[in-house]
């Protein structure tokens, strides 16, 4: 007990009584006022924000003297002393760079843009506000270095610096401190579920690793989302937006999207919020017919699996299929059956509920806060993962409790989700297609038909149409009741051999804390922290192998940070900044990631950074516990205790049964990673016919990924023009990728014989494993952004950014990196906040190049793409509104950022938003 006291003294002692109350207001050199600035007690992160009119009330916990400073993003940063209680204080602030914005996500600690140790986007309230996108959420795709890739109208995923699909585990994204991934997908799924945007006080990006300070899953970077607390903005605040979205396969549909926020201040002591948002729309309809493996297929072909087209995954080799009888006469082709489009499996609805509130209570009327914060949110969307999602009613509800001053924090929360009514639109298609005739049944007719009218003289060409067509005899066509009844059971059943419908309940719980020693320390800046992270995977089966039960596992992390400011002389400053983190997953050895970073100040107008940096990321939850079926290959994932729970019975082909094997014979995922083949080599020998092409693949068991990060930055002013230029190299170890195998059912891999048999009667299954890649994987890359005003106040930007991938792909054909990034994209933008008065206007122009996506649903071409957003706003003071009409994509050049996602079309709308 002796040595407790002294710390408990230790963590408490910030809790002082005394406080100092400072009012006043920001305006800017015109006297008008500035909403949302920033107002932090100087070397502190205690603070506030003015309200709709400017004004401001700041409580801190210690007597004058002490210094404040206010800061908005535009304008250059004031600092005032405070030398006694009550008092008044005026800013005005003239209007600067966003180099004098105030950021806490690159150090967890205030400092502005300009001293940042690290690469750091940023979108504040004038940002939101004047963004050309349709939302802020939407406008982070103009932000110089990231890629937001569309999967559908409501479910967007944001990246940097490549190797993303939209399961993007490599990126995370945190909710005033909560992470919003879901557990069940183990990613966060845009901002479905998130933040109204009644409620956004700022956006925070860091590209790039950032596992020393946040963690395994903050591997390609982290998104900070911060609302705004309830003693700090007060009011109804309300927003409606109402438009069109405009696509040639969908036509025409109506779009709304409304958001209220509620905060009130009972007292010094208490004050609560609560938000809203809907958003109702027409999802982009996903109508490619392109076949995924040929593009220069059609339906006309043999063996034809078109992009948006469901059911015709299911393919077999005729000859093999065919009895002796025929066997002769029946060619050596692969055959698959007819499937249903995408526009018959969804009704492409998009919408997001969404609600969170918050209660804040200030027990000594100073920065000391306990806060409990929900979050709910249901919604339908689009997902393509391995397959092509309806995400329809999901669920996920938050909940938060937290601790915190200026020096500390400590909070835990609970992420849950239920699936609602989702389903597998792949699977929706090949099983109304059974419902109707049995695959067996449909190749067995194919294959009798074919072999009568070969017998009776047709051409081969006429015996495969007549096969068709007696095989597609009884086909439920869409729109007939049988159809519908067939539809119905599918979506409600999770079985994937008779169904389509995937459950899940899965939740995580976290915890995680920090303390700031700088109020007891001169020296330096010092923080330490930690996290702790409980997963219960809760799929019934039907996405993980917990068909007997929910999957439990944990991790931890502690971490530590240093931070040194040094004044050189009159013309330099030095900042130094040292970190390092411990984590440790309950199934891998702990690893540590430490930064180095300096940031070097000329003349306060120019900075040099450069830092060094680790990162690893532990395998997902998918990666790990995996098992599902997923048509062409079934993913099983490589946690040791996996593998043998996922069972599964195969039958036997006629020509193995021959050969003496059982006419079924069942197997674990284990055979996945002890028996296999590499898919590249069993294509070759299906060409070939030459077993020397067979190569042996049985992948290593999946263990962490580690990256090591060099980058180096430059900001700074020149005559009226702001830069910001960074460059990376990042060197990769163990890079976890997905790799196709190919198990045979009877015999070894390597046994040089009746293994060889089993791929020659295709009596194999393809899996898709977890592993890491041996190979050498390392990327590059480097934005440079320019601002500037002309004419007087017109604002212009634009923004370079390049990113290149190094692997040898040619030598690991079996290996996906999911770089899916373009080599070059321009971003631009153009408006004046104050053409004339309270009116405004934003243009944005975004440029990609062409760039190759691949994924487990498909790889192709992404072509290059032009995009074109602009609004016009009017604000009218005495209504504290503000009126906007935009339109995305004003072009109209169609486009998709994702290889078998539907066409991006355009959006137009208006929008009144009142006390914001």
């Known amino acids: 007990m002796k040595t407790i006291y002294p710390i408990l003294l230790l963590l408490f002692c910030g809790l002082a009584h005394s406080q100092t109350t400072i009012t006043g207001s920001v305006v800017d050199d015109n006297q008008q006022p500035i ?130 699909t939209f399961a993007n585990n490599r990126f995370m994204q945190l909710v005033d401190g909560m992470d919003n991934s879901t557990p069940a997908l183990n990613f966060p799924i845009g901002n479905l579920v998130g933040m109204t945007e009644t409620d956004v006080l700022s956006v925070e990006l860091l590209p790039g690793a950032s596992s020393a300070l946040y963690g395994a899953n903050a591997f ?52 609560a919020k609560i938000n809203f948002g809907y958003l109702k729309g027409t999802d982009w309809a996903a109508v490619s017919e392109v076949d995924k493996i040929d593009p220069n297929r059609t339906r006309a072909n043999l063996d034809y699996d078109g992009i948006n087209i469901y059911g015709d995954e299911v393919s077999a080799n005729i000859r093999t299929e065919a009895p002796e009888s025929v066997k002769g006469i029946i060619p050596d082709v692969d055959v698959s059956r007819t499937g249903y489009n995408e526009k018959y499996l969804t009704n492409y609805n998009a919408e997001s509920i969404k609600a969170d509130w918050g209660l804040y209570y200030r027990p000594f009327e100073d920065d000391f806060e306990i806060a409990y914060v929900g979050k ?16 329809a009613n999901f669920f996920q509800q938050q909940h938060k409790l937290e601790i915190r001053n200026d020096n500390f924090f400590l909070r835990g929360y609970v992420v849950a ?98 303390y700031n020693f700088s109020h007891l320390i001169d020296f330096a800046e010092i923080q330490v922290g930690g996290s702790y992270r409980r997963y219960s995977l809760n799929s019934s089966g039907t996405i993980y192998t917990d068909l007997d039960g929910p999957i439990n596992y944990s991790e931890f992390g502690l971490y530590t940070q240093i931070q ?15 970190s390092v983190r411990f984590d440790k997953s309950e199934f891998f050895d702990g690893f540590f990631s430490p930064r180095l970073s300096a940031g070097l100040t000329i003349n306060r107008d120019h900075n040099i950074r450069a830092s060094v940096q680790t990162g690893f990321r532990n395998p997902t939850t998918q990666d790990l516990f995996i098992g599902l079926d997923a048509g062409r290959a079934i993913l099983i994932g490589a946690a040791p205790s996996n593998l043998d729970r996922y069972v599964r019975t ?64 430059y900001r700074g002013k020149f005559s009226g023009i702001i830069v910001d230029l960074s460059a990376y190299y990042n060197s990769y170890k163990d890079f976890i990728s997905q790799e196709v195998v190919i198990s045979p059912f009877y015999g070894t891999a390597g046994d040089g014989g009746l293994s060889i048999a089993a791929i020659a009667n295709d009596d194999y299954q393809a899996w898709s494993t977890y592993t890491n890649s041996p190979a050498d994987v390392n990327s590059y890359g480097a934005s440079i952004g320019l601002s500037t005003k002309i004419f007087g106040n017109f604002d212009l930007g634009g923004s370079y950014t390049y990113a290149k991938l190094d692997f040898d792909r040619q030598r690991f054909p079996d290996f996906t990196t999911n770089f899916n ?69 004003l072009l109209g050049e169609e486009y998709f950022t994702a290889f078998g996602t539907g066409n991006i079309g355009s959006m137009f709308y208006l929008s009144w938003t009142i006390n914001n």
Request: proline residues 4%; hydrophobic residues 35%; negative net charge.
């Open 650 to 713: 195969f039958d036997i082909s006629n020509e193995g049964q021959a050969i003496g094997q059982p006419g079924s014979v069942t197997q674990t995922g284990r055979v996945a990673y002890e028996n296999s083949y590499k898919a590249s080599s069993v294509q070759a020998f299906g060409e070939s016919k030459n077993p020397g092409d067979l190569e042996v693949a049985n992948p290593d068991l999946i263990k962490p990924e580690q990256v090591s990060s060099i980058e180096v930055g």
């Open 417 to 514: 989700d239920k699936a609602g009514d989702s389903y597998d639109m792949v699977f929706t298609g090949i099983n109304i297609n059974r419902a109707w005739k049995s695959d067996e049944d449909w190749f067995r007719e194919y294959i009798e038909t074919y072999a009568g009218a070969t017998l009776g003289g047709a051409t081969e060409e006429e015996a495969h149409a007549a096969a068709r067509t007696q095989a597609e005899s009884g086909r439920f066509e869409p729109g007939t009741p049988e159809y519908q009844a067939a539809f119905d059971r599918s979506i409600n059943d999770p079985d994937l051999s008779t169904g389509s419908k995937f459950q899940d309940a899965s939740k995580y719980y976290h915890s995680d804390a920090n």
């Open 220 to 271: 390609n970077g982290i998104l900070f989302m911060r609302s705004k607390n309830p003693f700090d903005y007060e009011g109804i605040s309300a927003s409606i937006k109402r438009g069109i979205t405009s696509q040639e396969a969908a036509g025409d549909n109506a779009y709304t999207d409304l958001s209220l926020r509620i905060a009130h201040k009972f007292s010094d002591k208490f004050a």
């Open 376 to 391: 709910v949110g249901t919604g339908s969307t689009i997902y393509q993962g391995t397959n092509r999602y309806n995400i």
């Open 821 to 889: 990034t373009p080599e070059h994209k321009f971003k631009a933008s153009f408006g004046n906040t104050d053409l004339f008065k309270n009116f405004g206007f934003n243009v944005a122009y975004r440029f990609s190049d062409d760039y190759f996506w691949e994924a487990t649903f498909g790889n192709g071409l992404v072509p290059e793409f032009h995009v074109v957003d602009a609004q016009i706003n009017l604000r009218v003071p005495s209504f504290k509104s503000s009126f906007k009409a935009g339109a995305t994509n």
């Open 564 to 578: 040194k400011s040094l004044e050189l002389n009159e013309s330099l400053d030095l900042k130094l900044t040292g």
């Open 35 to 164: 909403p949302g600035a920033n107002i932090i007690v100087v070397g502190t992160s205690s603070g506030t924000v003015t309200d709709f009119d400017g004004n401001f009330t700041l409580t801190y916990s210690q007597n004058p003297p002490f210094a404040i400073q206010a800061s908005s993003v535009g304008f250059e940063t004031v600092t005032k002393d405070i030398t006694s209680n009550n008092q008044t204080i005026d800013f005005v602030l003239i209007e600067g760079t966003a180099l004098d914005a105030v950021v806490i996500s690159a150090s967890r600690t205030p400092e502005r843009i300009f001293e940042s140790p690290v690469t750091v986007e940023r979108l504040g309230l004038k940002e939101i506000k004047n963004t050309a996108s349709a939302d802020f959420y939407d406008g982070l795709e103009n932000l110089k270095g990231v890629d937001v890739n569309t999967n559908s109208l409501t479910f967007k995923s944001v990246n940097t610096r490549g190797f993303a």
